[in-house]
């Protein structure tokens, strides 16, 4: 009798549910469709490039602040697109471009989105750093509401892994200010679950954490994802600094 759904194998890094019943539910409440997200990742960028090969392939990226998906392009990804269930880590990752294309000191660059972190008026930061130009019109409009929203990232959980990234991020801030073009595809605002639909294949799709949250199913999650994979195509998580790998067989 034929399997019902995709097939597709796993390698053995096993997730543990990080998050107990009740952390779970204030997590997954806690993200929503305009809810903040993570200005610098949790996570150790330089094992991508020692664990993940994505030279010259098509990737899918979860956004949060951008650093992983631009960590793909890095890495040699012929071309990254994003998504997110909230429509912060498109403006937390356009504003991070921008700042990085406009201050040649990587230095410079950390101070200006450290002070729009924690600015009160996020609008009066961009002004004031002239990044506002190289910021579209929408965002900017987004940027009007979002101050009346009260918005704070939280800066990277700590300092860790920030500060082992920073070397990382310097090569990052060189990539993105040799390119004309914007460096990330296109940013798609939808929910995991509802990514079926996107109508375009990716050779990788990144989720990063997210199946650490309880509950997560990997049949659901590959029959959900299956119709933007390949054969070959791989769906890719992180738990403990660890890749979760599953390499889709066939539909
Ligand atoms: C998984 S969280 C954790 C932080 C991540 N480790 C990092 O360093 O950026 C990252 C992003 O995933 C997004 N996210 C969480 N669950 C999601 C889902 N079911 N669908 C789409 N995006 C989701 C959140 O909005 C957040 O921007």
């Known amino acids: 009798m034929k399997q019902k759904g995709p097939a ?83 403006f937390d990752t356009e504003i991070k471009i921008a700042t990085m294309r406009q201050y040649k000191k990587f230095d410079t660059v950390l101070r200006k989105m450290a002070a729009f972190d924690s600015a009160a008026k996020k609008v009066d930061i961009l002004k004031k750093n002239r990044v506002w130009n190289k910021i579209s019109p929408q965002m900017r409009a987004l940027a009007e509401t979002w101050d009346s929203a009260g918005y704070n990232t939280p800066f990277g959980n700590g300092r860790r892994p920030f500060d082992e990234n920073i070397a990382h991020y310097k090569k990052i801030h060189k990539l993105v200010q040799g390119m004309s073009a914007p460096p990330l595809g296109e940013f798609i605002w939808r929910d995991l679950a509802g990514m079926s639909g996107v109508g375009k294949k990716y050779d990788v799709i990144y989720l990063s954490n997210i ?27 992180m738990s403990g600094n660890k890749f979760h790998i599953a390499t889709k067989i066939r539909d």
């Open 8 to 90: 597709f194998r796993r390698n053995n890094i096993q997730f543990k549910a990080l998050f107990n019943k009740s952390f779970k539910t204030r997590l997954v409440k806690d993200m929503g469709p305009f809810m903040t997200t993570w200005t610098w990742t949790n996570e150790p960028l330089e094992k991508f490039a020692a664990d993940l090969d994505v030279r010259g392939k098509s990737v899918l990226s979860i956004c949060a602040g951008g650093d992983m998906a631009l960590t793909f392009l890095l890495n040699g990804a012929k071309f990254v697109d994003v998504f997110d269930k909230t429509i912060k880590a498109r």
């Open 211 to 237: 199946p650490e949250y309880g509950g997560f199913d990997w049949n659901a999650v590959m029959e959900t994802l299956s119709p933007i994979l390949p054969d070959g195509g791989q769906v890719i998580g």
